[in-house]
């Protein structure tokens, strides 16, 4: 039993010398790396590592970012090149509407000069007659600015590009047209076409017409009261119109400075 209890100290005691051994073996072995800078060596190398694989991820996610900003820039650009061609033909619609409002303003004038100065009817008021009945509308091209709404305004990083396309899409359009259909076509077909049409003979739209009674019609408070009315909707439109014309050419003019500068 004694000799059996030896054995296991003396076991026992030399796994402890052992690994006494080994740890004075792995600190000398420690020391000497570090002496001969082998371990300040791999630590630069893990540290420069870590750089460069830092700094690539970096750049990569530079170079993602540029490609969307490029794409977004390229659609931006596109869609305002649509824009400015929308304009263009709103602006020829604008034109159209000025030059009809423009015939419209001069003959409710010169029936209303003729009446109220009880001048003799002659056939060269049989076209400013006609005109009495001519109204307008006025059709806008909204391609580029429905796409633009779609994938939002903030696509255009001018903010002033952005103002002014609010405020003609959303105010000064909305308004002409709100104001031609639900104010001067209302008045005209409620109220104007009833009384021309029972005094007036209309031959050909806008081209040619003529009192039944010339001679009565000087008389006709009421007939006059309508022309008169519907000439102060047609002075105003028409002076609409044409703030409108130079707002929209100032647009282009805009968007065409933003396009050249960047």
Known sequence: ??????????????????RKKVTLMLLKRLKFLITNQSVKKYLAYSIGEILLITVGIVLALQVNNWN???????????LLHELKENLKLDLEDIASNIRANTKIVNAHQIVLKQLDENIPYHDSLEIHYANLLRHTNFISHVSAYENLKSLGFTLISNDSLRIMLSSLYSAKYKYIVDFEQNYADK??????????LQRVRIVRFFREAYPFDPAAL??????????????AFRA???????????????????????LQKD
């Open 236 to 258: 105003y439109i028409l002076n609409y119109y044409i703030e409108l014309e130079q707002e929209v050419r100032d647009f282009i003019v805009q968007i065409d400075q933003y």
């Open 187 to 196: 008045f005209q077909l409620e109220q104007l076409y009833p009384n021309v």
């Open 218 to 231: 000087t008389r006709d408070t009421v007939f006059k009261e309508m022309v008169r009315t519907n000439e």
């Open 68 to 78: 969307e900003n490029r794409k977004q820039k390229q659609l931006e650009f596109k």
């Open 1 to 18: 039993g004694w000799v059996r209890q030896s054995t296991t100290s003396k076991t026992a005691v030399d796994a402890f010398v052992l």
